[in-house]
């Protein structure tokens, strides 16, 4: 992955070097920007979410009131089953919510310190390898034959062309989805069409 990062930041690395930054500040200033992007994204959604979990024990009402409504038109108009109990029926609706809650804060809380562990290592060996992408170079290329030098380096000019094409086409694909995925929750009526859309769209990539 650091790999494939420092391909497709070379551009822009070489850009803030054609304008007098070394390379050691280029490759920070390339990094920091992608941070802010992905930070921007990330204070959006946090603050979606937020707004969502205070919105939490509203959303368990409607759950229980909707049941509710349910069991008392099941009772009053289907003959042929037993009557539910409306109590056990919420009882257990509100021990199956609470589960899950805090399985979903469980496993959101694993998942955050590994996404974080994983940042931190492609941080670091990206920024390495902007630093020292000569070396590196020179070191791929020394591997192949004399003959086949020129291809290798020509390979690894391709692939940092088809790093870029993937990035470019990946976010044009997100922001499809997630406008697609956002008209039809909005249409259905579910609240924060976009943070449910975009979410969906990036979890689908």
Known sequence: MALFISFILLPVVKKLESWG??????????LLGVFIIIGGGITLFSAEIMSLSEQLDDFKGKILNTLSDVVVYINSNVNFIDDLNRAELVGNVKK?????????????????????AGLLATTIFTFLILIYREGLTKAFVAFGDDKNKEKIFRMLK?????????????FLLIIIL?????????????????????????LSI
């Open 178 to 202: 997630g406008f697609a995925n956002s008209i039809g929750l909005w249409i259905i009526g579910i609240d924060s069409p976009f943070l449910f859309g975009f979410l969906a769209a990036i």
């Open 21 to 30: 930054l070394n390379r050691l500040l280029a490759a920070f200033f390339s």
């Open 158 to 170: 391709n692939i940092q062309s088809v790093g870029k094409k993937y990035l470019s086409g990946m």
């Open 96 to 116: 199956w919510i609470n589960e899950s809650s805090g399985s979903l804060i469980q496993n959101a809380f694993s998942s955050t310190a590994t996404f974080l």
